[in-house]
């Protein structure tokens, strides 16, 4: 995979943190950047293809068994006679 050079402005505390986690980790600060990235593109697309898969099924409905009633059957007072 060819690779870009990407130029960060990020908080001092928060890319001290990052340094830590990546050295606690054994590896390098771009190595989990990239983890984090993808791991949030990851994340997204399966969200979205879960997104487009419920619209679909929305847009389909669904059959609760349900019949057609009348409206006088709807609105029938049954023993006022």
Not at 38 to 67: I, M, P, S
């Amino acid at each position: 995979m060819a690779r870009s050079t990407l130029t960060l402005s990020l908080p001092a505390d928060v890319i001290t943190k990052a340094k830590i986690l990546a050295a606690q980790r054994k590896t390098s600060l771009s190595r989990l950047f990239v983890d984090c990235i993808e791991d949030l593109v990851t994340r997204d697309e399966a969200y979205q293809a879960a997104r487009r898969q419920a619209l679909a099924h929305l847009k389909k409905g669904f059959d609760l068994g349900a019949r057609p009633i009348s409206r006088e059957a709807l609105h029938a007072r049954s023993g006022l006679h």
